[in-house]
């Protein structure tokens, strides 16, 4: 009914960047609000970043000033540049979208399979 596929992640040292991509497909009508959280193994899954859908952004404070969220609303994708990365940044990184259905009008939630961003110091 709905895919959610995201990439970009990999390994990188520390100061450098990547950027991550999440897109959705399937029975959607419209796409609302849209974040990033991530988790690293024995922690609970953390809230990164959210932008909703007039395009307002909010941040965790650890990523403040190097992280980024954005959307392209006619690909139902959202993306995360992050800059001057860290060790501390390490950690398998979701997105999670709120879907509105096409036809039912009923609003979902999604989660990403993952992508594993490893930052080396």
């Known amino acids: 009914q709905v895919q959610v596929a995201e990439s970009g992640g990999g390994l990188v040292q520390s100061g450098g960047s990547l950027r991550l991509s999440c897109e959705a497909s399937g029975n959607i009508w419209r796409v609302k609000d849209m974040a990033w959280y991530r988790q690293v193994p024995t922690k609970e899954r953390e809230l990164v970043a959210t932008?909703?859908?007039?395009?307002?952004?909010n941040y965790t404070n650890s990523v403040k000033g190097r992280f980024t969220i954005s959307r392209d609303d006619a690909k139902n994708a959202v993306y995360l540049q992050m800059n001057n990365l860290k060790p501390d940044d390490t950690a398998v990184y979701y997105c999670?979208?709120?879907?509105?259905?096409?036809?039912?009008?009923?609003?979902?939630?999604?989660w990403g399979q993952g992508t594993q961003v490893t930052v080396s110091s």
């Open positions: 932008i909703d859908g007039e395009g307002t952004a």
């Open positions: 999670n979208v709120q879907i509105v259905l096409r036809w039912s009008g009923f609003t979902i939630r999604e």
